[in-house]
């Protein structure tokens, strides 16, 4: 059982910054990708971001290019999202989720295996 717990999120102006944090337990964190999404009442749940269990490799959407870091640090089995430069369109419930680093990062919610409860950023115009 993996459990994930997102923090960071809170209200900001349009062109502010958070950095979001997913504590990871209950196995190694190194055996996982970590995704981001987001997701609003109005949308399903969005791909935002993700990184490779070795942190080799990452991925962001369109949206988010040049604004948002992903990044991890698997001796504290912590994952992060950096984001910059925030647009009210970003305005979301920000989830991390897990995904086993046997098969490729994938950007399909369905193809991840265990979230967390989310964290709710709000930018403000």
């Known amino acids: 059982q993996v459990g994930l717990v997102e923090s960071g999120g809170g209200v900001v102006q349009a062109g502010g910054s958070l950095k979001l944090s997913c504590v990871v337990s209950?196995?190694?964190?190194?055996?996982?990708?970590l995704a981001w999404f987001r997701q609003t009442p109005e949308s399903g749940r969005e791909f935002v971001a993700g990184i490779s269990w070795s942190s080799e490799a990452t991925d962001y959407t369109d949206s988010v290019k040049g604004r948002f870091t992903v990044s991890r640090d698997n001796a504290k089995n912590s994952g992060y999202l950096q984001m910059h430069y925030l647009r009210p369109e970003d305005t979301a419930t920000y989830y991390c989720?897990?995904?086993?680093?046997?098969?490729?990062?994938?950007?399909?919610?369905?193809?991840?295996?265990?979230w967390g409860r989310g964290t709710q950023v709000t930018v403000s115009s």
């Open positions: 209950g196995r190694p964190f190194s055996s996982y990708h």
């Open positions: 989720a897990t995904q086993g680093s046997a098969q490729p990062m994938s950007r399909m919610p369905q193809a991840q295996g265990s």
